[in-house]
């Protein structure tokens, strides 16, 4: 099971931050899901809301401000705790920090189909220039926005984010073509998984902060979760394999003990 790491390391630093992802990348993170929203100057920038107002200092929308403007403004209100200042950086930045990451979540929000329209545009633009095929998939709750990734190229991987059970997530997502069925853990269970595999998705369900219910995710097969806490999940599960790793050499430690009493 993939472990994401929710707006980079939203428990540990700053959501959205290259910090965030920085963090979570030295502790062995190369899956993350991430928020976009387009700025003034037409480029897509990493933040969950369509303002600044909860995560900086400053009041407006997004779209009031330029890339460069966002990237100096100190995006740590609000959110997990941090010694120094970091802005909103945009994708660019991002990909540019990073050369082995082995998947992205990109997920839009809601906004103007205007906006929509030209945010389709410059993702399209990325992963066509970076050849980002494999790397990335596009999500949204946003059924009209996938629309128009797909048609601007099949290649794009997308997925539908949901968390209600009407209209059936997983009818929605497969009308849409989508590869990924991101949905909230609570509404998750076996049957739907398997359903969902049936059909190719991939299952990735948020936000999920308890080993507890990672495990029984895990039981119902889904292939990722995506989590506040990557850097600590990561290690109980990396933890877990070298546990099971060993219990088979002392076993037959026990058995090649018991022959050598047998023998003698």
């Given at each position: 099971?993939?472990?994401?790491?929710?707006?980079?390391?939203k428990?540990?630093?700053?959501?959205n931050?290259?910090?965030?992802?920085?963090?979570?990348?030295?502790?062995?993170?190369?899956?993350?899901?991430?928020?976009?929203?387009?700025?003034?100057?037409?480029?897509?920038?990493?933040?969950?809301?369509?303002?600044?107002d909860?995560?900086?200092?400053?009041?407006?929308?997004?779209?009031?401000?330029?890339?460069?403007?966002?990237?100096?403004?100190?995006?740590?209100?609000?959110?997990?705790?941090w010694?120094?200042?970091?802005?909103?950086?945009?994708?660019e930045?991002?990909?540019?920090?990073?050369?082995?990451?082995?998947?992205?979540?990109?997920?839009?929000?809601?906004?103007?189909?205007?906006?929509?329209?030209?945010?389709?545009?410059?993702?399209?633009?990325?992963?066509?220039?970076?050849?980002?095929?494999?790397?990335?998939?596009?999500?949204?709750?946003?059924?009209?926005?996938?629309?128009?990734?797909?048609?601007?190229?099949?290649?794009?991987?997308?997925?539908?984010?949901?968390?209600?059970?009407?209209?059936?997530?997983?009818?929605?997502?497969?009308?849409?073509?989508?590869?990924?069925?991101?949905?909230n853990?609570?509404?998750?269970?076996?049957?739907?998984?398997?359903?969902a595999?049936?059909?190719?998705?991939?299952?990735?369900?948020?936000?999920?902060?308890?080993?507890?219910?990672?495990?029984?995710?895990?039981?119902?097969?889904?292939?990722?979760?995506?989590?506040?806490?990557?850097?600590?999940t990561?290690?109980?599960?990396?933890?877990?394999?070298?546990?099971?790793?060993?219990?088979?050499?002392?076993?037959?430690?026990?058995?090649?003990?018991?022959?050598?009493?047998?023998a003698?």
């Amino acid at each position: 099971m993939i472990v994401y790491g929710h707006r980079g390391a939203k428990g540990e630093a700053p959501e959205n931050t290259l910090p965030g992802f920085i963090h979570a990348y030295r502790h062995g993170i190369r899956n993350f899901e991430l928020d976009l929203v387009l700025s003034k100057d037409g480029k897509p920038v990493l933040v969950h809301d369509l303002s600044v107002d909860r995560t900086t200092s400053q009041k407006g929308s997004i779209s009031q401000y330029t890339a460069a403007e966002l990237a100096a403004m100190d995006a740590r209100r609000n959110t997990s705790s941090w010694p120094t200042p970091t802005g909103i950086p945009s994708l660019e930045d991002l990909l540019d920090q990073f050369d082995d990451i082995e998947h992205l979540q990109l997920e839009v929000k809601k906004d103007t189909r205007q906006r929509l329209n030209i945010l389709s545009n410059r993702l399209t633009e990325v992963i066509q220039r970076r050849n980002l095929y494999q790397t990335v998939a596009i999500t949204s709750s946003d059924t009209w926005f996938l629309k128009q990734i797909r048609r601007r190229n099949k290649n794009i991987r997308i997925g539908l984010v949901t968390e209600r059970k009407f209209p059936r997530p997983l009818s929605m997502a497969n009308r849409l073509g989508c590869e990924y069925l991101c949905i909230n853990w609570k509404l998750c269970t076996k049957t739907l998984v398997e359903q969902a595999h049936h059909r190719g998705m991939h299952v990735s369900t948020w936000t999920v902060n308890r080993i507890h219910d990672m495990l029984q995710l895990e039981e119902m097969g889904v292939d990722s979760i995506i989590t506040d806490y990557p850097t600590s999940t990561r290690m109980f599960f990396d933890n877990r394999a070298r546990s099971a790793l060993s219990l088979p050499h002392s076993h037959e430690g026990v058995s090649a003990n018991q022959e050598a009493v047998s023998a003698g």
